[in-house]
């Protein structure tokens, strides 16, 4: 069987991953002199615990090459006979290169495929959800590489941010660029296209950022195969997850940012990711 990986920019609830049999490889947070190992000895409620009582902005780092190898060799010792790894957008890290260059290195005699899903949080997660779930009714790799990319490009990535200050300063402020002159007179839309974030509106007011939201749920809701709400604690949660539920065929997914993506976006993001027909 394909045996599929990911990294910890997914998003993915560890139930619903390990539901999938999908393997999540962690990237590495930094806070000062301080690292840990994302989901092993720092969690999401104690990274955002840190972020609320610490001033300083903390970092992201690639997982190691070990770190993929040591993926793939258990994976092959459960039997696996093709391995499809799915990464965040290369335009946001050097993970993918991580992997492939891990692939190069585990000599046991099956295909390994790395790609670049230009997505990430959920986005990520359900393309590696969609490539879990060809693997499962017993496609080939080839096949699973086909859903894993078409369903990469069928995610739609809108959120409403309370500051860009993380995104200008971590350096993965992409097109949002555009908002840095107003960057501390408005709850900045973003969205992910082409692997970078883009500007999606300028909202002054968190009420018109939910309504926003909405708005943009509901255009796309005829269209919707599968739905997540992301957040990091944001108060009007509530809100999402209620227009969310019977948008699509499926419940919704909900996700709290976890430190990789929490690093880059900051306290108080509330957005939806939509899988679109």
Known sequence: MIRIVTDS?????GDLAAAHRIAVVPLTIRFGDEEFTDGVDLSGDEFWDRVAGDDALPETATPSVGRFTEAYRE????GADGIVVV???ERMSGTAGSARIAAEQVTAGIPIRVIDSETVTLGLGF??????ERASAGAGIEAVVAATT???GRTD???ALDTLDHLHRGGRIGGAQAFIGDMLRVKPLIKIEGGVVEAAGRIRTRKRAVAAILDHLSEVGPQLERVGVIHSGSDDLDTIVEAATGAAPTPPIIARLGPVVGTHAGPGVLGVVSLLK
């Open 9 to 13: 920019s997914c998003d993915l609830p």
């Open 75 to 78: 994976l092959v010792s459960e």
């Open 87 to 89: 990464c965040i957008s």
């Open 127 to 132: 393309a590696a959800i969609a490539a879990a």
């Open 150 to 152: 078409e369903t990469a």
């Open 157 to 159: 990535v809108f959120a």
